[in-house]
């Protein structure tokens, strides 16, 4: 009897797998599909949230006393629940990253892929230059497409891993089309300038949430995205001090206020009926955790849009390739613990890291920003340098801010000659030079003055190639 129901479990095994083979092969197919079978996942989704954390309903009234009270005498039994909740939830989570992370991500990643590989987006004069252009670089844009796409396997399969260990919601961020293919092809999120509920980036667990602040821009769109949000907290149940910056300008003091370890609010709107998350960030000119928020896709009309270049490569930043070591490991520690055959799977995963470093040797490609300088004494740990003798270079966008340009580098206040804007261009003329600690370049602007200005800090650049 114990023989007999270990291989109807077998069998049921292989149908499963089966059936889950068949449907990424449908799904890298036809983009469309994928996207046309999303309201099940969706549902999924919500269920996965509402599950995580069913007491909701009670905390919407920010302007109550007792939310915060109740949430405080039972925060021992929340804690429980949610450690139970945690185990109880694998499943679905696992649903939703096969949809979102695997068949959604990989097809729109293909679609996009196969695009850039036929459709390139070059400038041309005449017919004739983009017929040269197009045959001409054909050889290095299918490398550049069986490089990306290689990337893209691995990236929705570490993306799956991490989701299954950290809990990850699908969620929806409404913007205009020109910050949407920004954040898509950079991974930077900032704090935009409504702050009504905290300091931070929005997101809506239904679309209808995200597509009401994106009507706000004269070309409306949604950014579909895994983000993690743990630790997240009712707003209801904050201080009262903290409950009186709702809907004013105190959105850094509220951010600020939340103190750790919290990540993340959930905020009910009592004019729309809705909630909505922010994602907190302690000021508007600091960059959200990157690893926290992945795109998955533009969504379009009627399906996920074109993102020229494709998506943001995961991980990124050191701190998320960090993070996604420490996934990797505490899964392959359940795996090994767990009763299961996992040998082959773990022999992939190693395999695949071995891969994935090998096809991001170039560090322009896939890790360009998690990489740091080794080679110029005195600048150890910045960014790597990606400018050259030359070429042109372009300011970043720095969330309103400018970039000081000197007359010598180094960071003497006598030397500031005046300041470099978002997007301006330059002439790279000289460098690098080491000076505290900093990489810096020699550069022109059109009106012909020149001056020093430093290429990036260890987390971010100021500068980078013109495109």
């Known amino acids: 009897m114990k023989g007999a129901g270990l291989d109807l479990l077998s069998t049921a095994s292989e149908i499963l797998l089966t059936g889950l083979v068949l449907f990424l092969v449908a799904a890298l197919i036809s983009p469309r599909l994928t996207w046309a079978l999303r309201k099940p996942f969706l549902i999924t989704n919500h269920l996965q949230w509402v599950l995580t954390f069913p007491f909701r309903p009670w905390f919407q009234n920010p302007k109550s006393n007792w939310p915060r009270r109740f949430y405080l005498a039972a925060f021992p039994l929340i804690l429980l629940y949610n450690l139970l909740i945690y185990i109880l939830l694998i499943p679905i989570r696992l649903v939703n990253a096969v949809y979102f992370d695997l068949a959604l991500f990989w097809s729109v990643s293909l679609r996009d892929g196969v695009a850039d590989l036929l459709f390139p987006e070059y400038r041309f004069r005449d017919t004739r230059e983009f017929i040269y252009k197009w045959f001409s670089r054909f050889p290095s844009r299918l490398w550049k497409f069986l490089v990306r796409y290689t ?80 630790p997240c907290r009712p707003i209801a149940t904050l201080t009262n001090e903290l409950r009186r910056l709702i809907g004013g300008s105190g959105g850094d003091a509220l951010s600020c206020g939340l ?22 960030q302690r000021s508007k000119f600091k960059l959200v955790s990157p690893w926290r928020i ?13 993102v020229p270049g494709g998506l943001v490569p995961w991980p990124k930043t050191r701190r998320s390739w960090r993070l996604a070591g420490m996934t990797g490991i505490i899964f392959l520690v359940f795996a090994s613990t767990s009763g299961y055959e996992w040998s082959k799977l773990q022999t992939q995963l190693e395999s695949s ?31 790597v340098s990606r400018l050259q003798n030359g070429e042109d270079a372009c300011v970043v966008p ?6 000081r340009f000197r007359s010598e580098p180094g960071f003497g206040e006598e030397s500031v000659i005046g300041f470099l804007h978002s997007g301006q261009r330059l002439d790279v003329l000289e460098g690098p030079a080491c000076v505290d600690g900093y990489l810096w370049w020699k550069l022109s602007t059109s009106e012909g003055v020149s001056g020093w200005a430093a290429e990036g800090d260890d987390r971010q650049y100021f500068l980078e190639e013109c495109r």
């Open 398 to 403: 720095l969330n309103g801010s400018a970039l």
């Open 151 to 230: 990337r893209v396997i691995f990236q929705g399969i570490a993306m799956t891993i991490f989701d299954l260990v950290w809990p990850t919601l699908t969620l929806f961020h409404g913007t205009g089309r020109e910050a949407a293919e920004k954040i898509a092809r950079t991974g930077r999120w900032h704090a935009g300038g409504g702050d009504y509920a905290g300091t931070g980036i929005y997101f809506g667990l239904v679309p209808d949430v995200a597509e009401h602040y994106a009507r706000h821009n004269s070309d409306p769109i949604v950014i579909v995205a895994r983000v993690n949000l743990t």
């Open 259 to 280: 103190g750790s370890p919290w990540a993340a609010l959930e905020h009910f709107r009592k004019d729309g009926s809705w909630y909505e998350f922010c994602l907190v």
């Open 353 to 383: 890291t071995v891969v994935g470093s090998w096809l991001s040797k170039d560090g322009q490609v896939v890790n360009a920003n998690q990489q740091v300088n080794t080679g110029m004494k005195g600048c150890d740990g910045v960014l």
């Open 294 to 306: 992945r795109p998955i896709c533009i969504a379009g009309p009627v399906f996920p849009e074109r």
